[in-house]
Nanobody, 127 residues
């Protein structure tokens, strides 16, 4: 079974940093795109950053460009999200999700395509 395990959330002051990790198992890592999504209270899920593992081309939500970096360690089947200069509006539950590269269109939408989803990790940013 495909499993995604997200971790690394926590409480940080505005301007601080966190690094989230998503460990994938039960899949051929190179055959997938993996994304980070978040949901703030009362808000819908939004795609923060996604990356096709094969080509490493990232997608970023406009509001996080220049502050967040997605990367992968293929030997560890792990995708990271380095989050710097965190803002209160970055707070929420962060999820990682995977989609076969066959169905990945380069965008980062919280939709049925990203059908493999891990549990969330809470990010809280204090002002």
């Amino acid at each position: 079974d495909v499993q995604l395990q997200a971790s690394g959330g926590g409480l940080v002051q505005a301007g601080g940093s966190l690094r989230l990790s998503c460990v994938a198992s039960g899949l051929i890592f190179d055959d997938y795109a993996i994304g980070w999504f978040r949901q703030a209270p009362g808000q819908e899920h939004e795609g923060v950053s996604c990356m096709n593992i094969r080509d490493g081309i990232p997608y970023y939500l406009t509001s996080v460009e220049g502050r967040f970096t997605i990367s992968s360690d293929n030997a560890k089947n792990t995708v990271y999200l380095q989050m710097n200069s965190l803002r209160p509006e970055d707070a929420g539950v962060y999820y990682c999700a995977a989609v076969s590269h066959i169905f990945y269109d380069g965008h980062c939408g919280w939709n049925a395509d990203f059908g493999y989803r891990g549990q969330g990790t809470q990010v809280t940013v204090s002002s």
